[in-house]
């Protein structure tokens, strides 16, 4: 449940789109980091008394060690300008029935410019989509398609496994440049464009933002259990089939390292494994790079055998990767490994994303 505290903002600290971190002084004297979200509870400046949800940043969780701003209650935002009685100003709620439940506007709603386009279409017309399970793929896939196709167009879809709030990634913010646009679907929200599901979200990737390539991956915040099937990731799964459903391509990323200590992650993670071998029920295309380590290889080749009945298994090669990533405008991370703590990681999502590079023919 929730572990509430209340405070002082003493510093404002970094700030990034849609975010901003704080040092707060607690009664007792103590100090916690802490971040906001000024749309939802306005700008925090020093002198505000805030609450703080603090739950998991007080168990060690991976929220980037922060408390999270509930409210600024001595400090009220003002009330968004459009009026709060009709649905002019759209009527999609993300993170529902939450005491912070935003109300967007969905980019298939009635009041959405882009309703009668999307209430017409139905088809991705084939359009290359990179599934991944984990947050920290986004910049590497996206540094394989960009390495080979410089100029296509990459939508990103947020899904709601991870961090709801698209604004608590600075590896996006990083990004957002080369991106163009951020689709949060179902819970998530904070994106260029909202939608209720990830089939929307992905006719909206491919017709309102006309992108030539998606990539599909949760926020920030894994969550896993140890279990075979309790993990957020078992999503990707899910990703494929409504990447196929609606006539794309969908491309698999795998969750492939030798460095990670949990026996259930080395080789081919398990997570991999059950998304794409259980949960998958369309077939995609899964990339497996050249140039691993030889007992990584022979670990992964073996792992993967069992998944060549529905997926097609495609072997990239990776030279010229490695320098794409160490080019990225952010920081890589996973699990807290960068890229030469763990680099076949990064470099089997880069292969991904140039297998759907070269999909664009």
Same mark, same amino acid.
């Given at each position: 449940?929730?572990?509430?505290?209340?405070?002082?903002?003493?510093?404002?600290?970094?700030?990034?789109?849609?975010?901003?971190?704080?040092?707060?002084?607690?009664?007792?004297?103590?100090?916690? %980091?802490?971040?906001?979200?000024? @749309?939802?509870?306005?700008?925090?400046?020093?002198?505000?008394?805030?609450?703080?949800?603090?739950?998991? #940043?007080?168990?060690?969780?991976?929220?980037?060690?922060?408390?999270?701003?509930?409210? #600024?209650?001595?400090?009220?935002?003002?009330?968004?300008?459009?009026?709060?009685?009709?649905?002019?100003?759209?009527?999609?709620?993300?993170?529902?029935?939450?005491?912070? &439940?935003?109300?967007?506007?969905?980019?298939? @709603? @009635?009041?959405?410019?882009?309703?009668?386009? #999307?209430? /017409?279409?139905?088809?991705?017309?084939?359009?290359?989509?990179?599934?991944?399970?984990?947050?920290?793929?986004?910049? +590497?896939?996206?540094?394989?398609?960009?390495?080979? /196709?410089?100029?296509?167009?990459?939508?990103?879809?947020?899904?709601?496994?991870?961090?709801?709030?698209?604004?608590?990634?600075?590896?996006?913010?990083?990004?957002?440049?080369?991106?163009?646009?951020?689709?949060?679907?179902?819970?998530?929200?904070?994106?260029?464009?909202?939608?209720?599901?990830?089939?929307?979200?992905?006719?909206?990737?491919?017709?309102?933002?006309?992108? $030539?390539?998606?990539?599909?991956? &949760?926020?920030?915040?894994?969550?896993?259990?140890?279990?075979?099937?309790?993990?957020?990731?078992?999503?990707?799964?899910? +990703?494929?089939?409504?990447? +196929?459903?609606?006539?794309?391509?969908?491309?698999?990323?795998?969750?492939?390292?030798? +460095?990670? /200590?949990?026996? %259930?992650?080395?080789?081919?993670?398990?997570?991999?494994?059950?998304?794409?071998?259980?949960?998958?029920?369309?077939?995609? @295309?899964?990339?497996?790079? $050249?140039?691993?380590?030889?007992?990584?290889?022979? %670990?992964?080749?073996?792992?993967?055998?069992?998944?060549?009945?529905?997926?097609?298994?495609?072997?990239?090669?990776?030279?010229?990767?490695?320098?794409?990533?160490?080019?990225?405008?952010?920081?890589?991370?996973?699990?807290?490994?960068?890229?030469?703590?763990?680099?076949?990681?990064?470099?089997?999502?880069?292969?991904?994303?140039?297998?759907?590079?070269?999909?664009?023919?």
């Amino acid at each position: 449940m929730v572990r509430w505290r209340s405070g002082t903002v003493t510093a404002v600290r970094r700030r990034w789109a849609g975010a901003v971190e704080l040092d707060v002084a607690l009664p007792d004297g103590a100090s916690m %980091r802490a971040l906001a979200y000024p @749309e939802l509870v306005g700008d925090p400046v020093p002198g505000d008394r805030v609450l703080l949800n603090a739950g998991a #940043l007080l168990m060690g969780l991976g929220t980037g060690g922060y408390a999270l701003v509930v409210a #600024l209650p001595d400090r009220l935002p003002a009330d968004p300008p459009q009026a709060g009685d009709t649905r002019d100003a759209g009527h999609l709620v993300k993170a529902r029935y939450t005491p912070l &439940q935003p109300i967007m506007l969905g980019v298939d @709603e @009635e009041a959405s410019p882009h309703h009668a386009l #999307l209430a /017409a279409v139905d088809d991705l017309d084939g359009l290359p989509v990179v599934t991944a399970d984990l947050h920290s793929a986004l910049p +590497a896939i996206l540094a394989g398609i960009h390495a080979d /196709a410089p100029r296509a167009r990459v939508a990103y879809l947020l899904t709601d496994g991870g961090a709801l709030p698209a604004w608590f990634s600075r590896t996006l913010d990083g990004l957002r440049d080369a991106l163009v646009g951020t689709v949060s679907v179902g819970q998530a929200f904070g994106g260029d464009l909202e939608a209720a599901t990830l089939h929307t979200g992905l006719l909206a990737a491919r017709h309102v933002l006309r992108a $030539d390539v998606a990539i599909v991956a &949760q926020g920030p915040g894994n969550l896993g259990t140890g279990t075979r099937w309790g993990f957020s990731g078992v999503a990707v799964g899910e +990703a494929v089939n409504a990447v +196929a459903v609606l006539g794309g391509r969908p491309v698999g990323s795998l969750r492939i390292s030798d +460095a990670d /200590a949990r026996p %259930r992650h080395q080789g081919v993670s398990h997570h991999s494994l059950t998304a794409y071998g259980r949960v998958a029920l369309a077939p995609a @295309e899964l990339v497996v790079p $050249d140039g691993l380590p030889p007992e990584l290889a022979a %670990r992964v080749d073996t792992a993967l055998a069992p998944l060549a009945d529905r997926h097609t298994l495609v072997r990239v090669g990776t030279t010229g990767l490695d320098a794409a990533l160490r080019a990225l405008p952010v920081r890589l991370s996973t699990m807290g490994r960068g890229l030469d703590a763990d680099h076949a990681y990064f470099l089997a999502a880069a292969a991904a994303g140039r297998h759907a590079a070269a999909l664009l023919g």
